[in-house]
């Protein structure tokens, strides 16, 4: 996937002001990069862990672009409870991942630790076919 690369790379560490790290676009990230940033986020507030999951999409892309997005998914996932309790208060489209992997898992007789995690790879994938999608409409734009 010719786009993958050039994406991956327009990512990079950013430090907060209380010493805190997040990967985020460089300042000069080109506009297309920044319009498929603006879909992954669902035209919501950027989070972190949004950015994260995209940046590791095109890294994954770059790598594999037939790559499956639940397999993807499958590693972007938390294991530890702790951490699927932080995912759900941090990242803004959380509830709503895990609201729509209720939905199609029937996730009845699950505890909620499980279903945070079903919302996490819920939303590793939708952010991944995103990125795919947006990388492969940007290659053919571009061949046109």
């Known amino acids: 996937m010719a786009y993958a690369k050039t994406f991956f790379e327009l990512f990079a560490p950013h430090k907060r002001t209380d010493g805190g790290r997040y990967f985020a676009l460089t300042t000069d990230a080109p506009e297309w990069a920044r319009e498929i940033m603006r879909i992954v986020h669902s035209g919501g507030a950027p989070d972190d862990w949004t950015y994260w999951v995209a940046y590791n999409s095109a890294l994954e892309l770059m790598r594999d672009p037939d790559t499956d997005e639940y397999e993807f998914a499958g590693r972007m996932a938390d294991v530890y409870t702790y951490a699927r309790a932080m995912w759900l208060a941090t990242a803004l489209n959380a509830e709503e ?9 029937q996730c ?17 994938a939708l952010i991944f076919n995103l990125v795919k999608d947006n990388l492969l409409l940007l290659q ?5």
């Open 140 to 144: 053919n734009e571009v061949a046109a």
């Open 97 to 105: 991942y895990c609201t729509e992997a209720a939905e199609l898992n």
């Open 108 to 124: 009845e007789g699950r505890g909620v630790a499980d279903m945070i995690g079903d919302g996490q790879e819920y939303g590793a």
